[in-house]
T-cell receptor, first 109, second 115 residues
Framework: GQNIDQPTEMTATEGAIVQINCTYQ??????LFWYQQHAGEAPTFLSY????GLEEKGRFSSFLSRSKGYSYLPLKELQMKDSASYLC??????????FGTGTRLKVLA | GAVVSQHPSRVICKSGTSVKIECRSL??????MFWYRQFPKKSLMLMAT?????????EQGVEKDKFLINHASLTLSTLTVTSAHPEDSSFYIC???????????FGPGTRLTVL
């Protein structure tokens, strides 16, 4: 079957560092995406990995290990505006995405 | 990135009525669009793949006669929720893809509330 797992919720304080994990089991793999979604809004693109390793892109880097079926999104110097849901999605075939359940991150002052 | 619009952004309707949601690709011709549904505090679930000039492909468990998809042009796909019921209340999001990219581009979403 196809499965993507993420922690349901995480809480951290302003200025802290958190790491949001994603594990996946899919029949195909064409890349892994991370999205940020604020309540009531559509997801916005953060990062994309297709090769193993760390993809650095400003504040939003992401790491991928294809052999382990694992990715993480490190968030540094957390700000209140980072409170949102973070969605991991795997492209399992031509254009077809499978989304994880999302991780709701709460940043406290 | 690509620009995708949806209309309406919010709609409230009575149970039993039909609601049409439009998804437009504003800056390129999209032969393929996707429709997702998202319930509160849940992730996005793919409902169907909309193909220009042909029938949509529905995911398992999605009733094609209830969720009518029409992709009549390269810039417009519509989703019609027929005989809507309160359990159809959800956030509906469309996406487009470019053939040369693997990335999907999201519309802003439509919040449907069925009373």
């Amino acid at each position: 079957g196809q499965n993507i797992d993420q922690p349901t919720e995480m809480t951290a304080t302003e200025g802290a560092i958190v790491q949001i994990n994603c594990t996946y089991q899919t029949s195909g793999f064409n890349g892994l995406f991370w999205y940020q979604q604020h309540a009531g809004e559509a997801p916005t693109f953060l990062s994309y990995n297709v090769l193993d390793g760390l993809e650095e892109k400003g504040r939003f880097s992401s790491f991928l290990s294809r052999s382990k079926g694992y990715s993480y999104l490190p968030l540094k110097e957390l700000q209140m505006k980072d409170s949102a849901s973070y969605l991991c999605a795997v492209s399992s075939g031509t254009y077809k995405y499978i989304f994880g359940t999302g991780t709701r991150l709460k940043v406290l002052a | 990135g690509a620009v995708v619009s949806q209309h309406p952004s919010r709609v409230i309707c009575k149970s039993g009525t039909s609601v049409k949601i439009e998804c437009r690709s504003l800056d390129f011709q999209a032969t393929t669009m996707f429709w997702y549904r998202q319930f509160p505090k849940k992730s996005l679930m793919l409902m169907a793949t909309s193909n220009e000039g042909s029938k949509a492909t529905y995911e398992q468990g999605v009733e094609k006669d209830k969720f009518l998809i029409n992709h009549a042009s390269l810039t417009l796909s519509t989703l019609t929720v027929t005989s809507a019921h309160p359990e159809d209340s959800s956030f509906y999001i469309c996406t487009t893809v470019r053939s040369s990219y693997n990335e999907q581009f999201f519309g802003p979403g439509t919040r449907l509330t069925v009373l």
